[in-house]
């Protein structure tokens, strides 16, 4: 009933038209909404209206009628009741009704009436011979889902999550799940696919994809459902600066995103260019007739224009194009006709074969063409970035081919303006030089922020921050990153950055291949290689003595013991040997008594002689005695010469360099044990590493008991530090060494790198800041900051003072001090000391002598001794005494005649006779 009183009202107001323009042929384009509101009135009323203000020939009218997308009976009703009335269809436009649409196309081609749709629909197979109606303005799914696969394929996204909602989503995913691969690096497949559950609640589904750490998500649901699903990733932290979003809906324009207020990376599709002439001009056009026709002032917002409408208008301006051109053929008339009749005896497909070949006036969606099909073959898609409102990419489809729009410097522009619109996260941790607890400068000062640490990561952030111009806060971790295979998770800052926790992680972080798959680094901002922390030799006590450790205790007492029975062995010997009596008188041929020089103080005299290598001034003349002394010889050369041999290395012995010497040197041994800090890059170094000496030391660090991995730096330093007799190394990165020995003085590094490696700055993989942070580290390296940095954070900046680089040390290294050979001057001081003991016990006794001998005063004897001794010119002295020829008896002593008791008084006499030529005396 409803339809029919429009159908009447609708046949009136056309005849009353008729009549005003009765030369005009009429035509009625169908139109079946699923909402009579619909947005693509506005191009269908202005189209209408300019033609049939301009069509000499044609009157254009329209037959628009409300269709429910659930009633596909229904909807062939409507059409077949618009078909018989008076006029007849064109054409007919099918728009949001997609369930309809099979039932309308058939009866559409059954009537040849051109049946025209603006949306998107499956590919459907057909038979090619059959001639049809349809012509579809919608890009051909095929080509469609060729052209999104070329789109994601441009943004190089080497993962990603696809999130559908309805089965026909799959279909234009097909060429995108054609991408998927097994990634060897991560273990799993490039591209995971999940279908949104019946919502609202879309959470429980974004929290699973933010477990799998997945950043880039490809959303295909209907448009209406796109806000809701992006505030609720918001809701669970997906729509952070990492996070990338590609929706797939081409009215995804339409939606106001500022509510999100994000800097997530979203990405829509668009099939029209909002800024061409063309596009304004239509709008201007759309909202002159709505204000001509229907008196309604409208202020259309480019945005809020749906695809469809544009499609509509594309569809609907070549439509009548065609018609107008056509209008002298009679093919075109239309007529009523009935749904209940046999086919069409018109020839409809005339309308639908000519606007499928005819080149259009205008365009608001791009380059139109058709297939035999009907389907739209030519086409753009713009990948549109929504935060910079510019196109990022382009597909054609007409050659299949991606433009890229944006070049390498706005997408960092881009990246930069995103960053600074955020607080940047920086994760850090704990450790000396790089990140330090900053000490109060009173008591109870408390700091909060970053300004509760120091350290060159600050400072380097510091730096980049005021390049890029970002806010950062630092949060402290306590691991560098390692995976955690048991979990199957990495830890640490490589773990914050994979979960998204933080944007950047900086320390002593080094760039390892195994953490450069699953996140990006900067450029390098410090290049070290391993090295071998060790204690420097113990200063030992030096010993004056040392000339006494050539042998062993034992073998100076066999030695000393052998000197006196080898004594007195030669005095036995040398009493039986009949060699050794000799004649005392030299001139006398037959002596009557034989004389043996060999008493024990020569025999004793003669050995020592030996021993010492000076040789002595009587040697004995018996055969045995000779073989004896030989056999003695024969020892004391052996004794001496290897005395003197190993005299040499023992005095230099404390100069000598360690026993380890590098890393090599520490593999060949298991006394010195040595480790590595646990969980590091030193670490996976050891275990990765594929050559001998660093496979041994491997296995070596994991059998030590108690285990040599250490938590941390400073642990490693400490057991270095504390472990006795040097009996443990840390292998350690370069530059914590250095900054270690600087004021540790007692610690070295051995050795040279064992490899060469860098530090740099982590962040989340495929981050769209990774050029703009490289270019901040390059400019900090080039103005020489970095450098700076360091001297401030390794030098100046030290608490404790640095160690004095002792130069006398190392000139001095080979030289014996003269503490080394102390004793030996010792030796010589004291034998010489005793000498001159025993000379005056001599002479004092001697003195005792001559009183007893001469009958004076023991005082007399001794100042006329004394006198004598210190008179240094007189070099003789006579037998007799001066005392005695003196004195006042006149007695002649003749007791003078004792040799072995010349006194010293004799000594002066005779000295002082020879001077006053005493001698030549009768
Ligand atoms: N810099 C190392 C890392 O990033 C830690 C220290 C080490 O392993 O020696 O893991």
């Given at each position: 009933m409803k339809n029919f009183t429009r159908n009447v009202l609708w046949l009136l107001s056309f005849l009353g038209f008729q009549i005003l323009c009765s030369s005009k042929t009429a035509v009625t384009i169908g139109v079946l909404l699923n909402?009579?509101?619909?947005?693509?009135r506005l191009p269908l009323n202005s189209v209408i209206y300019k033609k049939n203000m301009f069509d000499q020939n044609i009157y254009f009218t329209t037959n628009i009628s409300a269709v429910s997308n659930s009633d596909s009976f229904e909807a062939s009703r409507t059409l077949c009741d618009m078909m018989e009335?008076?006029?007849?269809?064109a054409a007919v436009f099918v728009v949001d009704t997609p369930n309809t649409i099979p039932i309308l196309e058939s009866v559409c081609t059954n009537f040849e009436i051109p049946f025209i749709m603006t949306s998107w629909r499956p590919p459907v197979i057909r038979n090619p011979n059959q001639e049809r109606a349809l012509l579809s303005f919608y890009p051909e799914s095929e080509l469609f889902a060729a052209g999104l696969a070329e789109i994601v394929r441009s943004l190089h996204w080497s993962s990603f999550v696809i999130v559908y909602e309805e089965e026909e989503g799959l279909v234009r995913m097909q060429d995108i799940l054609k991408l998927q691969e097994y990634r060897r690096d991560t273990k799993r497949n490039n591209i995971f696919v999940k279908q949104l559950g019946p919502?609202?609640?879309?959470r429980q589904l974004l929290k699973e994809i933010r477990n799998t750490t997945e950043d880039n998500i490809i959303l295909d649901c209907k448009t209406e459902n796109i806000l809701p699903i992006l505030l609720q990733a918001k809701s669970v932290h997906?729509?952070?600066?990492?996070n990338r979003f590609l929706l797939?809906?081409?009215?995804?324009?339409?939606?106001?995103?500022?509510?999100?207020?994000?800097t997530a990376n979203i990405t829509i599709l668009r099939?029209?260019?909002?800024?061409t002439e063309n596009f304004e001009n239509a709008m201007h056009r759309w909202q002159l007739t709505e204000f001509e026709n229907r008196n309604i002032q409208m202020q259309l917002?480019?945005?809020?224009?749906?695809t469809e409408t544009l499609l509509f208008h594309d569809a609907i301006l070549l439509l009548t194009d065609s018609i107008s051109e056509l209008?002298?053929?009679?093919?075109?008339e239309t007529n009523a006709v009935s749904c209940?009749?046999?086919?069409?005896?018109?020839?409809?497909?005339a309308i639908r074969n000519y606007m499928r070949i005819k080149a259009p006036s205008?365009?608001?969606?791009g380059p139109l063409e058709f297939n035999k099909n009907g389907d739209r073959i030519k086409f753009n898609i713009y990948a549109v970035?929504?935060?910079?409102?510019?196109?990022i990419a382009t597909y054609f489809a007409s050659n299949k081919s991606v433009l890229l729009a944006r070049t390498g410097n706005e997408s960092v522009d881009a990246a930069v303006s995103n960053l600074q619109k955020i607080k940047v996260i920086v994760s850090s941790r704990l450790g000396p030089p790089y990140l330090m607890a900053r000490d109060p400068t009173y008591e109870g000062e408390v700091f909060e922020g970053n300004r509760r640490y120091v350290g060159y990561a600050m400072d380097l952030i510091d730096g980049i921050s005021k390049i890029i111009g970002f806010n950062y806060e630092f949060q402290i971790t306590s691991a560098y990153g390692s995976y955690d295979a048991d979990n199957k998770r990495w830890t640490g800052l490589i773990g914050e950055l994979l979960e998204k926790r933080a944007h950047l992680a900086v320390c002593d972080l080094t760039i390892t291949p195994e953490r450069r798959e699953v996140v990006d680094f900067s450029m390098p901002f410090m290049t070290l290689g391993i090295s071998i922390l060790y204690k420097k030799p113990d200063k030992k006590?030096?010993?004056?003595?040392?000339?006494?450790?050539?042998?062993s205790k034992a073998v100076w007492i066999y030695t000393a013991t052998l000197y006196l029975i080898i004594s007195i062995v030669l005095y036995f010997i040398s009493r039986m040997?009949?060699?050794?009596?000799?004649?005392?008188?030299?001139?006398?041929?037959?002596?009557?008594e034989l004389e043996n020089i060999w008493d024990i103080k020569n025999c004793l005299w003669l050995t020592l002689g030996s021993i010492m290598t000076q040789g002595c001034d009587i040697l004995p003349k018996g055969i045995s005695s000779r073989m004896a002394v030989a056999m003695w010889w024969f020892f004391s050369l052996i004794m001496t010469s290897s005395y003197t041999a190993n005299l040499a290395a023992f005095l230099t012995k404390a100069n000598l360099e360690p026993e380890i010497d590098g890393a090599e040197a520490l593999s060949k041994q298991t006394k010195i044990k040595y480790g590595v800090l646990a969980k590091g890059s030193t670490e996976s170094f050891f275990r990765n590493s594929n050559f001998s000496v660093y496979q041994r030391m491997w296995l070596n660090m994991q059998q030590?008991?108690?285990?040599?991995?250490?938590?941390?730096n400073g642990d490693g330093v400490n057991r270095v530090n504390s472990?006795?007799?040097?009996?443990y190394a840390f292998l350690m990165e370069s530059t914590q060494i250095e900054y270690v020995v600087e004021t540790n003085c007692n610690l070295r590094q051995i050795g040279n790198w064992l490899d060469t490696k860098s530090y740099g700055i982590a962040m989340p993989m495929?981050?769209?800041y990774r050029t703009a942070i490289n270019r901040a580290v390059l400019k900090l390296q080039e103005s020489g900051e970095l450098g700076i940095l360091k001297r401030k954070w390794w030098?100046?900046?030290?608490k404790e003072s640095s160690c004095q680089k002792n130069s006398a040390d190392d000139d001095d290294s080979g030289k014996l001090a003269l503490a080394n050979v102390g004793g030996v001057f010792l030796v010589l001081g004291v034998g010489v000391g005793m000498a001159c003991i025993f000379a005056i016990l001599e002479f004092l006794w001697n003195v005792r002598n001559i009183t007893v001998e001469e009958h004076v005063s023991y005082w007399e004897a001794l100042k006329v001794e004394l006198t004598f001794a210190c008179?240094?010119?007189?070099?003789r002295k006579r037998t007799r005494t001066l005392l005695s020829e003196s004195?006042?008896?006149?007695?002649?002593?003749?007791?003078?005649?004792?040799?072995?008791?010349?006194?010293m008084i004799h000594s002066i006499l005779h000295s002082a006779g020879s001077f006053m030529n005493l001698e030549n005396r009768p």
């Open positions: 909402d009579l509101t619909s947005q693509v009335s008076y006029i007849g269809l919502g609202p609640d879309y997906m729509l952070n600066l990492h797939t809906s081409l009215n995804a324009h339409t939606i106001d995103f500022s509510v999100l207020n994000t099939l029209h260019d909002p800024k917002d480019p945005k809020s224009i749906r209008s002298v053929t009679p093919g075109i209940s009749g046999n086919e069409s005896t018109r020839d409809g497909f205008i365009t608001l969606t970035d929504i935060i910079e409102e510019s196109v006590d030096i010993n004056m003595f040392a000339f006494l450790e050539t042998f040997t009949p060699g050794d009596w000799e004649n005392p008188h030299p001139c006398e041929d037959e002596p009557e030590f008991k108690p285990s040599v991995f250490e938590e941390s472990t006795k007799n040097a009996m495929n981050s769209p030098k100046d900046m030290r008179k240094v010119w007189i070099s004195s006042s008896s006149s007695v002649k002593s003749d007791k003078s005649d004792k040799t072995d008791n010349r006194s």
